[in-house]
């Protein structure tokens, strides 16, 4: 007796089949049972779970939404002025306050900031607590800002109309110290958030020194 | 499967989301991102890939956010773009290389119990492992269809094939799963595990 091929009873996981495929069915238990077993794994293909994305994915997610221009600035930064400030710039201050953190001898992880700045463990327990954790955060950001422009005006930088050329060279220099942060601490999603940021500002830097040169880049 | 939202609860959240709101934008983020993430991660059969492709899913589902009408249901939608942007990436891929398929030997084991066992991890852990291995083409389909839910015209038009090449092509992806599940089960038994959810 020659059995109905694995390809033919697949498609009789949905379709009535004809009748020498039925009379066949009703005669042979081997592929019966084959048929059963492709109704039960393409059952349980339907009954397969969701799968949670991997951890950080979000921080990465909100830089690149960020970057492209897709979530709105937070209330502290348009209240202060601070709302227009080139993207680019904006990261430079987060990586300062990054490397201050650093110094400081901060764990990678679980960190949070205090209203004075410093870097503090804390654990939210309650959504109170964990919107106050961000309005520091917050704070401690738009002031590593500040300090960041300051900074730049001292050594007679002109953040808003920066060359492009040293714009790319800088923002280069940025995503390898930040791919280098990563490999440290690779679930970090700060750290995730700040190379993706960095990648998507160096990515678009290069593009504008493309079009501005020519295109010879 | 349920939609997550609420009408009540629908309109005004998105309308916050696509203003850019970042709350709105994260509440959308937690309710779908496993649905997202799922469905990209088994097109992709790439934990890294199906990161990026789910990223490139949700920056254009947020873009196109303000275009979003309501005449499906959110999760519907989102769904449709994610399959897009993750089958777009995909073919993208293909051009820069071709991904052979493990060779599978040809043979129909019937020696494998027929005990469906829904929820069981182990179960779940070879569907997936199976899937990850089995050559993209099939995939995709076998993915869309038994996975998925979509009709054979709603792949053909996602796939750009007609819906009765969708549903060869599915009835090739089965046998070819069937056979690479009799593997995977001959090679625990070999090892001593006994392997019978399906």
Request: aromatic share 6%; with cysteine; net charge negative.
């Amino acid at each position: 007796m020659e059995h109905l091929t694995t390809e033919t009873l697949a498609r009789l996981v949905d379709d009535v089949p004809d009748t020498k495929e039925g009379a066949h069915l009703v005669e042979c238990s081997t592929c019966a049972s084959e048929l059963e077993a492709l109704t039960n794994q393409t059952r349980a293909l339907g009954s397969l779970p969701e799968l949670l994305p991997p951890r950080g994915d979000w921080g990465v997610l909100e830089a690149r939404l960020r970057s492209e221009g897709l979530l709105e600035d937070s209330g502290t930064l348009a209240r202060l002025g601070l709302a227009r400030t080139p993207s680019w710039v904006r990261m430079a201050a987060s990586f300062l306050l990054f490397a201050v953190g650093a110094v400081s001898g901060a764990t990678w992880a679980d960190r949070a900031y205090d209203d004075s700045g410093s870097v503090a463990m804390a654990e939210a327990s309650s959504l109170d607590d964990a919107a106050a954790a961000v309005q520091a955060a917050e704070r401690t950001y738009v002031q590593a800002m500040s300090q960041y422009r300051e900074m730049a005006a001292r050594s007679g930088t002109d953040l808003d109309s920066s060359d492009p050329i040293s714009r790319y060279a800088a923002l280069e220099h940025l995503v390898l110290v930040s791919q280098a942060a990563v490999r440290q601490a690779p679930g970090d999603p700060f750290l995730n958030g700040f190379l993706a940021s960095a990648l998507a500002e160096r990515d678009a830097a290069a593009r504008l020194v493309s079009t501005n040169t020519g295109g010879w880049f | 499967m349920t939609d997550g939202m609420t009408p009540t609860t629908d309109k005004h959240l998105l309308a916050r989301a696509s203003e850019g709101d970042p709350r709105a934008i994260r509440t959308l983020y937690d309710r779908f991102s496993p649905r997202v993430y799922a469905v990209v991660r088994r097109i992709a059969g790439d934990d890294d890939l199906a990161q990026d492709y789910a990223q490139e899913a949700w920056i254009r589902a947020i873009r196109a956010l303000p275009t979003f009408r309501g005449d499906a249901r959110f999760s519907t939608w989102l769904h449709r773009i994610a399959v897009n942007a993750a089958l777009q990436a995909v073919r993208k891929a293909e051009t820069r290389r071709k991904r052979e398929a493990p060779a599978v030997d040809d043979m129909m084991n019937t020696d494998v119990a027929v005990a469906p066992s829904h929820g069981d991890a182990f179960l779940q852990q070879r569907l997936s492992k199976a899937l990850d291995e089995l050559p993209d083409g099939m995939r995709r389909v076998l993915i869309l269809h038994d996975v998925e839910g979509y009709t054979h015209e709603e792949i053909g038009d996602v796939l750009g094939v007609t819906a009765g090449t969708s549903k060869s092509q599915l009835s090739k992806a089965r046998a070819k799963m069937r056979e690479m599940l009799c593997a995977l089960d001959g090679e625990l038994r070999e090892q001593g595990v006994e392997s019978w959810s399906i």
